[in-house]
């Protein structure tokens, strides 16, 4: 395979470039007023990001709220490295990081179990690892975990399906990708609550992955129509690949005879919510986690704690909620979608 | 016994009219009420349409001993550079999304043509570029086009019941069908694929047979965009991933050769839509993704040897 080995080298340049450049650039941006900083401590702190490319819009969202965070903290030098496609290419991203020695690394492994070793090479650095959402395999490899709760979206969906069902229907769900703990636990979490709350009221009578792809998840619910004519309820796991389920649930004129749910929190679903029809719910997994990673890592390298907590340092996990968000609390949420 | 190349592309695809034949059989059988429905059976050809187009343009990029491993992330970047133009209309849409996919072929054209860059790395390399291209234009966020009505019939408007995405890929292939064999152009791209020296010798223009092929799936691939975003009524920056592989498959297992001098616009109808209906079959008995994957596996391993024994 040469083309990762190419887009390795490539991400390489590229983040050296930009380590030199924000070295120039100094303390410059801190003129910049202070919105977002939760402390009284503006001590300069040299902070890195690594998360994968962006191949679907939540990853996108990450990169971009972090750097939006950063900008109006005072003080705060945010390097992001974007650019890997694989997890060879972003531990090859971390280890010229770590060189460059930041007061602190934020990373959004592509795979926790491959970048562990590297997190830990960082930790034995002495430099403090934030680990965001996929979780490293050992403790030793950072200080603080912050991420989502996929099994939350599951357990969530799964009482607000038995809620919305009375306990009785036929429902479809389509999964993310296969073989990966978010679709697992996605689907662990929803068969545990609509067992737990109605025993066996509620089918799953169709349940097929759809890969976290609109195209995906097109083909496949278009297939699921054909052979189950009566459906009351669609879990999908995850608000981008859901637009292409809605679209075979529309196409085929079946939109009157259930309702779906997404997971995620995208701008575009949440209209969707506020709008009414067929989408009644999503569940958030809010990439905002990745902004708060960096406020944390910008409190760690100054030794400080979470000023509303009673301990002098920063809780070593942190787990974002998997809020249900309805017609009833969209507003309350849509500030934060993606 | 010798096979002349002619004779043995009709018994590959009359052995795949057996193995289409024999899916219709089992499906029927297993799933009696929801399979063999005339709903079902558009729906399926439906889902051919996207990947079907792209193979058609695929067949002649093989039948010149060539290759496109960018098909999948032009029809992203098309789709995309058509979504940036949708405020002005549909027509905008399309035009964008098929002048995207001819100059992104054109540059593949020109590299493996005159460039003389081997096909697999040239459109490798246009594998990454349009795939960057296509999230560096949309911001890396899908772009609507619910308001594009033209656009969304393609994808899911209906001619006297048959859906009008599957009178398009008809279209496409009927039109490659009579450009690959009625047409001197189709009998020189098959002279390229098989000897190209010969062909030289024999006064093809070599170079602008293999530079046409390239502008060739370069359109299909716009042909294809148009269909998949008016299917899901948006342009996204991550669709038509690993396309390539599915049209590639399906061009083979019709029994164009990889080695190229043997094409058949007829096989690799038969052989998208070998893959639609496993696809549809194994969705429909809900199994699990890793049975399905396994049995998916094996049939098309099942479909080849069975053309190799017949020939």
């Known amino acids: 395979m040469r083309f990762p080995v190419v887009a390795a080298c490539l991400a390489l340049a590229v983040g050296v470039a930009a380590c030199g450049s924000d070295e120039d650039a100094g303390s410059g941006d801190s003129a910049k007023t202070n919105t977002a900083d939760t402390t009284g401590s503006t001590a300069p702190v040299k902070i890195a990001l690594s998360v994968p490319a962006a191949d679907h819009g939540w990853l996108a969202a990450v990169a971009k709220d972090a750097r939006d965070v950063a900008k109006g903290m005072?003080?705060?030098?945010?390097?992001?490295?974007?650019?890997?496609?694989?997890?060879?290419?972003?531990?090859?991203?971390?280890?010229?990081?770590?060189?460059?020695?930041?007061?602190?690394?934020?990373?959004?492994?592509?795979?926790?179990?491959?970048?562990?070793p590297v997190a830990q090479k960082a930790t034995a650095a002495g430099i403090p690892v934030i680990n965001v959402d996929r979780e490293f395999s050992t403790p030793g490899a950072f200080r603080t975990w912050i991420g989502g709760d996929n099994y939350g979206i599951g357990w969530q969906a799964g009482n607000y399906?038995?809620?919305?069902?009375?306990?009785?229907?036929?429902?479809?769900?389509?999964?993310?990708?296969?073989?990966?703990?978010?679709?697992?636990?996605?689907?662990?979490?929803?068969?545990?609550?609509?067992?737990?709350?109605?025993?066996?009221?509620?089918?799953?009578?169709?349940?097929?992955?759809?890969?976290?792809?609109?195209?995906?998840?097109?083909?496949?619910?278009?297939?699921?129509?054909?052979?189950?004519?009566?459906?009351?309820?669609?879990?999908?796991h995850d608000d981008d690949m859901a637009e292409g389920v809605i679209a075979a649930i529309e196409n085929a004129n079946r939109?009157?005879?259930?309702?779906?749910?997404?997971?995620?929190?995208?701008?575009?679903?949440?209209?969707?919510?506020?709008?009414?029809?067929?989408?009644?719910?999503?569940?958030?997994y809010n990439p905002t986690m990745a902004a708060s990673a960096v406020k944390l890592a910008a409190l760690i390298a100054r030794d400080e704690g979470m000023k509303d907590l009673t301990e002098p340092e920063v809780p070593s996990r942190i787990q974002v909620p998997a809020t249900t968000v309805t017609k009833d609390n969209v507003a309350d949420h849509k500030g934060l979608a993606y | 016994m010798k096979i002349s190349a002619a004779n043995r592309v009709r018994i590959q695809e009359y052995a795949?009219?057996?193995v289409v034949v024999v899916l219709l059989v089992v499906g029927a059988i297993l799933k009696p009420d929801s399979f063999l429905t005339s709903d079902n059976m558009l729906n399926v050809l439906r889902q051919s349409s996207v990947v079907g187009v792209l193979a058609i343009g695929m067949t002649f990029v093989i039948a010149t001993a060539g290759i496109d491993l960018s098909v999948g992330s032009m029809v992203a970047a098309a789709g995309i550079a058509g979504g940036l133009l949708v405020d002005s209309g549909s027509l905008a849409f399309m035009l964008g999304a098929l002048g995207m996919g001819i100059l992104l072929g054109g540059i593949n054209?020109?590299?493996?043509?005159?460039?003389?860059?081997?096909?697999?790395?040239?459109?490798?390399?246009?594998?990454?570029?349009?795939r960057g291209l296509a999230l560096w234009m949309s911001d890396k966020t899908p772009i609507s086009l619910f308001d594009a009505e033209a656009v969304r019939w393609f994808g899911n408007g209906e001619v006297i019941g048959i859906p009008s995405a599957v009178l398009v890929f008809v279209a496409v292939t009927a039109i490659g069908w009579v450009l690959l064999n009625r047409t001197r152009y189709g009998r020189h791209v098959v002279a390229v694929g098989g000897n190209r020296e010969a062909a030289r010798i024999a006064g093809v223009k070599v170079r602008r047979i293999v530079f046409s092929v390239y502008v060739l799936s370069g359109i299909c691939v716009g042909i294809s965009a148009i269909l998949l975003c008016g299917r899901l009524s948006s342009a996204s920056p991550v669709a038509g991933n690993l396309y390539e592989l599915d049209a590639i498959a399906a061009v083979v297992i019709g029994g164009s050769s990889l080695a190229g001098g043997r094409a058949t616009i007829v096989g690799t109808f038969l052989g998208v839509l070998t893959f639609a209906l496993i696809f549809n079959l194994l969705t429909l008995m809900n199994l699990a993704v890793e049975v399905q994957l396994v049995t998916k596996g094996l049939i098309i391993l099942a479909a080849v040897l069975v053309q190799r024994k017949e020939s």
């Open chain 1, 74 to 116: 005072k003080g705060v030098e945010l390097t992001v490295n974007d650019s890997a496609t694989d997890s060879a290419g972003q531990a090859d991203q971390i280890e010229t990081m770590i060189n460059d020695k930041p007061d602190a690394l934020v990373v959004l492994p592509n795979e926790g179990e491959a970048l562990t």
């Open chain 1, 161 to 236: 399906f038995a809620d919305e069902l009375k306990c009785k229907g036929n429902v479809v769900e389509i999964q993310g990708l296969a073989g990966i703990s978010v679709t697992e636990l996605r689907t662990k979490g929803f068969a545990d609550a609509i067992k737990r709350r109605c025993q066996d009221g509620i089918k799953i009578v169709a349940q097929q992955p759809g890969d976290f792809n609109p195209d995906k998840g097109l083909s496949v619910m278009e297939n699921i129509l054909q052979g189950q004519k009566s459906i009351d309820g669609v879990y999908t």
């Open chain 1, 255 to 284: 939109e009157g005879d259930m309702f779906l749910t997404g997971a995620g929190g995208s701008e575009a679903i949440m209209k969707r919510i506020e709008a009414g029809g067929l989408v009644r719910a999503t569940f958030l």
């Open chain 2, 16 to 18: 795949l009219v057996g």
């Open chain 2, 109 to 130: 054209a020109s590299a493996i043509a005159y460039g003389k860059v081997v096909p697999f790395i040239a459109t490798l390399a246009m594998f990454a570029m349009a």
